[in-house]
């Protein structure tokens, strides 16, 4: 097990690499001096211009700033704010809310996503199946902003269950709505997912087999197939755990939360490159460590796995 989780930290290497190097390469190839921009209207004498050109790196090559960036990261250094605050003091504060809003969402997607899944499968062709299957599509087929809104004003202003902005209330009060939004259409794919990998499942031979042997059939579903159809459904959830905080920009947004995501889309307003870059590498190898978790849990399901890779 020792040599596959260490495989699998080697690929994740390169994919770390590419993904920084776009990132830095898209914020600071974007026209304009993000530096004069800082100061709107007001000229800026061409020393201090100078000057924090240099100290920000702006006036060496693309791949010479990644370099420096990269040199950084490896000492744990995210970068400087243009206010010369270290980015990683400015998420200090911020990373608890969206860490928050991300495991609320997570943990919504699993238990009702599989819940509905298995649900479905079971009543496959009767009303149930049919009212997950329209239920999910048409979740999927509406924007997360606009679902944002509507949970707003139907299940937060005119039933009241639950607050629609800030996070005075706590958890988990406060993070349940704007969770179920940003957890809306993993619910809906995890629910798909889960139904169809039964399905299959269940038409196995093993299953069969079970059952002719007097099984119960609960029992054949819970220790037998429901094993095998989580494998594809576990390896989108280890992803989905890594999307969830990098999505969270639009739900923090629309509910107003001081998380990092509120962060990133007043950085990119702001067109404060370094606090951009550094936040979206954080979130990157997030991503890149529930990846590494799902790899690992992946070869637990089914042991088959880490033999052949």
């Excluded at 004498?45 to 702006?58: F, G, I, M």
């Excluded at 149930?128 to 902003?145: F, R």
């Excluded at 993070?175 to 039964?198: D, E, H, K, M, N």
């Excluded at 002719?212 to 989580?230: D, E, M, Y």
Aim: charge should be positive; aromatic fraction near 10%.
């Amino acid at each position: 097990m020792g040599r596959y989780i260490a495989r699998r930290l080697l690929y994740a290497v390169p994919v770390l690499l590419a993904t920084t190097f776009l990132i830095h390469a898209m914020v600071f190839v974007l026209p304009g001096d993000p530096i004069q921009g800082l100061a709107g209207d007001r000229p800026v004498p061409p020393a201090v211009l100078a000057e924090l050109h240099h100290r920000y790196h702006l006036d060496d090559p693309l791949v010479v700033q990644y370099a420096k960036y990269l040199g950084g990261l490896l000492t744990g250094d995210l970068g400087r704010t243009f206010t010369g605050e270290p980015v990683a003091d400015a998420l200090t504060g911020r990373w608890q809310v969206t860490l928050r809003l991300g495991l609320t969402a997570w943990f919504l997607e699993t238990v009702l996503g599989i819940a509905l899944g298995v649900w479905a499968a079971l009543r496959k062709g009767r009303w149930a199946d049919n009212a997950v299957l329209a239920g999910t599509t048409l979740v999927i087929a509406v924007p997360v902003y606009i679902v944002g809104y509507l949970a707003q004003l139907l299940l937060g202003v005119r039933l009241g269950w639950f607050p629609i902005s800030g996070t005075e209330d706590g958890w988990p009060t406060a993070y349940l709505l704007p969770g179920l939004v940003l957890a809306s259409f993993g619910v809906a794919y995890v629910a798909r997912l889960t139904r169809a990998s039964l399905l299959e499942n269940l038409r196995a031979d093993y299953v069969r087999t079970a059952g002719a042997k007097g099984l119960p059939r609960w029992r054949v579903i819970v220790r037998h197939t429901l094993r095998n159809s989580l494998i594809p459904v576990v390896t989108f959830l280890g992803v989905e755990l890594g999307s969830l905080m990098a999505g969270a920009v639009v739900t923090e947004y629309v509910f107003n939360l001081p998380g990092i995501g509120q962060q990133v889309f007043q950085a990119i307003q702001l067109r404060e490159g370094p606090t951009v870059v550094g936040i979206t590498t954080a979130l990157v190898l997030v991503y890149c460590l529930a990846n590494l978790l799902v790899d690992v849990l992946y070869g637990l399901l089914d042991p088959r796995i880490r033999h052949d890779r």
